[in-house]
């Protein structure tokens, strides 16, 4: 379903999956006081609406929305379909929306773990498949990638998929930056620690030693970060100095350290498998 609520005019416009609720909406946020339009992208219409008539009535953006689930394969070049049908450059291009998986490997559930690979992963690169060679053409355009902090890490006990699907993202980003330099099209990614939105709880991930004994950012600081980085071109930014501390020591020499490292750090008292829909 879509939905606009003004009419197009000849701003840039940025396309933010997820973008109904938290680092999406705060991202939302950033663009519009920027002077984007926005398109957003999420599973539920109310949200969308909700979000649609903020963002309007705080910067005057026009802003459409798109209720599709990102899981569903077919729905991917339907979303562009419809996009282009409606005349929408895309300008900017947020693949925000993802999913979590927190507990064990050999008692996860099948299809969380499969929603959560599509989402994170196939969603995320067919996405920028279909709006890259547009922006290519026009010497212009922004890729922001929602990564994680984790995805420095060869990889994590307890949350192996989740990780292994940062990993990707990460992996992804940094090689298309290289690829794509001279063409006037820049891909960021955008790797957030632990953030103050409802992943923690819902996912299980608050008794975790990362997301215990690390300081909190806020979903808007997250937003601030990813604006700024994907708009001066960088290939990757990690908000909060301890996170980009994190990070380094994630890359580091022998990476059976740091992988050792994280594995205590993910560890928790219960032994449990949650998913959520979630930013980072």
Known sequence: ?????????????????????????????????????????????????????????????????????????????????????????????????????????????????????????????????????????????????????VAYFAGGSNWASYVASKHYVLALTRGLAKELVGTGVNVTALCPGPTATAFVNQAGAGVMRIYRWLPKVTPSEVARAGYRAAMAGQTTVVPGLLNKLFAFLGELPPRSIAQWVFGFLSRSPLVTTTDTRKAS
């Open 1 to 149: 379903m879509t939905t606009k609520v003004m009419k197009r005019d000849s701003r840039p416009t940025a396309l933010i999956t997820g973008g109904s609720k938290g680092i999406g909406l705060e991202l939302a946020n950033q663009f519009g006081q920027h002077g984007h339009d926005l398109v957003l992208v999420a599973r539920s219409d109310r949200d969308l609406k909700r979000a649609a008539t903020q963002l309007h009535t705080e910067y005057g953006c026009r802003v459409d929305v798109f209720s599709v689930d990102l899981t569903a394969i077919d729905a991917l070049a339907e979303l562009y379909r419809q996009v282009t049908d409606n005349g929408i450059q895309v300008d900017v291009l947020v693949n925000n929306a993802g999913t979590g998986d927190v507990g064990p490997f050999a008692v996860s559930d099948i299809n969380r773990q499969l929603d959560m690979l599509q989402l994170n992963i196939v969603s995320l690169t067919a996405l920028t498949r279909l709006f890259l060679p547009g922006m290519i053409e026009r010497g212009s355009g922004r890729i922001l990638n929602i990564a994680s902090v």
